[in-house]
Nanobody, 125 residues
């Protein structure tokens, strides 16, 4: 079983930046695809970004493409989400996730193995 702990959320103004971190333990981190999802009040959880085992391939939701960057440091068992040019519609709880098995490179809601507890990001206008 893997444990995921997010950090770095907060209250910021529109147009500014935040960097989220997710520390993983309990598995060989570098063997698994990782990702970030978010859930706004009253809405379903949605995909934000995903990164392959080596970090060489990344994938983004259209709504964040060009503003957010996912990265990972396998030596530190940590995945990051750099969020720039934040908008009020980015307000949500952000969840870190790990793929269900070694075959998962691109995460979706359906192939997540474990979730973190989430970190709140609030963007004021």
């Amino acid at each position: 079983q893997v444990q995921l702990v997010e950090s770095g959320g907060g209250l910021v103004q529109a147009g500014t930046s935040l960097r989220l971190s997710c520390a993983a333990s309990g598995r060989t981190f570098s063997n698994y695809g990782m990702g970030w999802f978010r859930q706004a009040p009253g809405k379903e959880r949605e995909f934000v970004a995903s990164i392959s085992r080596s970090g060489s391939n990344t994938y983004y939701a259209d709504s964040v493409k060009g503003r957010f960057t996912i990265s990972r440091d396998n030596a530190k068992n940590t995945v990051y989400l750099q969020m720039n040019s934040l908008k009020p519609e980015d307000t949500a709880v952000y969840f870190c996730a790990v793929g269900r098995n070694l075959l998962v490179e691109i995460l979706t809601i359906q192939n997540v193995g474990s979730w973190g507890r989430g970190t709140q990001v609030t963007v004021s206008s």
